[in-house]
T-cell receptor, first 116, second 114 residues
Framework: NAGVTQTPKFQVLKTGQSMTLQCAQD?????MYWYRQDPGMGLRLIYY???????DKGEVPNGYNVSRLNKREFSLRLESAAPSQTSVYFC???????????????FGSGTQLSVL | AQSVTQLGSHVSVSEGALVLLRCNYS??????LFWYVQYPNQGLQLLLK??????LVKGINGFEAEFKKSETSFHLTKPSAHMSDAAEYFC????????????FGKGTKLSVKP
């Protein structure tokens, strides 16, 4: 019973390098999310995908791109990494979204990214 | 304007003492409210959620929270802290018009002393 799986768990990049964070869920959820967590800032939404084939910007989308590859997978790409993108990244999923939802989010275990 | 405020970035209690973690929200319409817990090196897990069915919500691991509309609060409590409760706790709100996205507070780190 995997839930939400993120890879890699740790990554160190040099400024300007690119990379893709992978996320997959096996719960047949419609909605998927990418958050970043910084000390004292809580979680901030980067991008989300309400359903397969759609993606939308969250609170802090600059410097990131996403792809909803299929219903299971939602990837986050850093095209040119910057030190300000050093953070812990969490992928999450939920069954569906609505105007105001009480849906539970299921989180992956996170990717710790350092950009030097 | 911040939609959810957690008072105290760090709370320390003794084992067996009352745990009280504070959360206030700003919304003219009662929102859906959540508490999530994050244990070290793990993702977040749902502790409990308020969905207007009852103002006192019971969650996992003996935690509960009370929705108080007059105070716009949703504080998390546990009568007796256990060492295993040491973690970071996040209050979150889902607002009408937010298209279902959760807005998280900045978190409160709970330490439990033996």
């Amino acid at each position: 019973n995997a839930g939400v799986t993120q890879t890699p768990k740790f990554q160190v990049l040099k400024t300007g390098q690119s990379m893709t964070l992978q996320c997959a869920q096996d719960m047949n959820h419609n909605s998927m999310y990418w958050y970043r967590q910084d000390p004292g800032m809580g979680l901030r939404l980067i991008y989300y995908s309400a359903s397969e084939g759609t993606t939308d910007k969250g609170e802090v989308p600059n410097g990131y791109n996403v792809s909803r590859l299929n219903k299971r997978e939602f990837s986050l790409r850093l095209e040119s990494a910057a030190p300000s993108q050093t953070s812990v990244y969490f992928c999450a999923s939920s069954a569906y979204r609505a105007q105001a939802t009480n849906e539970k989010l299921f989180f992956g275990s996170g990717t710790q990214l350092s950009v030097l | 304007a911040q939609s959810v405020t957690q008072l105290g970035s760090h709370v320390s209690v003794s084992e067996g003492a009352l745990v009280l973690l504070r959360c206030n929200y700003s919304s003219s319409v009662p929102p859906y409210l959540f508490w999530y817990v994050q244990y070290p090196n793990q993702g977040l897990q749902l502790l409990l959620k308020y969905t207007s069915a009852a103002t006192l919500v019971k969650g996992i691991n003996g935690f509960e929270a009370e929705f108080k509309k007059s105070e716009t609060s949703f504080h998390l409590t546990k009568p007796s802290a256990h060492m295993s409760d040491a973690a970071e706790y996040f209050c979150a709100v889902s607002l009408w018009g937010s298209q279902g996205n959760l807005i998280f507070g900045k978190g409160t780190k709970l330490s439990v002393k033996p």
